[in-house]
């Protein structure tokens, strides 16, 4: 069994700051790919930023040089500080694992999610 949940999303300005964190519990979840994901609804559910099981990590080209995405694996915590926010990152964000080695933003190939916390950037 894997939990995620998510917590730390809140409305800001355009500009501005959040770091949103993903708790996970579960054997041998801090050797799994982690990542986070974001979605408008009626959108496609769109792949932001993971870390592979074997440290690598990868971003969207939208947000590449704005979030940072990391974990603390004492806490088993994914967190993903987001920077100069822009209303185009409005969205859910869902974290989401599995026993992969290689990250990925696919989210076919995850099958454990949280429920999500939500982003809302003003212009």
């Known amino acids: 069994q894997v939990d995620l949940v998510e917590s730390g999303g809140d409305s800001v300005q355009a500009g501005g700051s959040l770091r949103i964190s993903c708790a996970g519990s579960g054997y041998v979840y801090s050797g799994y790919s982690k990542v986070w994901f974001r979605q408008i609804p009626g959108k496609q559910r769109e792949g932001v930023a993971a870390?592979?099981?074997?440290?690598?990590?990868i971003y969207a080209a939208s947000v590449k040089g704005r979030f940072t995405i990391s974990h603390d694996n004492a806490q088993n915590t994914l967190y993903l500080q987001m920077d100069r926010l822009e209303p185009d990152d409005t969205a859910t964000y869902y974290c989401?694992?599995?026993?992969?080695?290689?990250?990925?933003?696919?989210?076919?190939?995850?099958?454990?999610w949280g429920q999500g916390t939500q982003v809302t950037v003003s212009s």
């Open positions: 870390i592979g099981g074997n440290g690598r990590i």
């Open positions: 989401a694992a599995g026993p992969y080695a290689e990250p990925s933003t696919d989210p076919a190939e995850f099958l454990y």
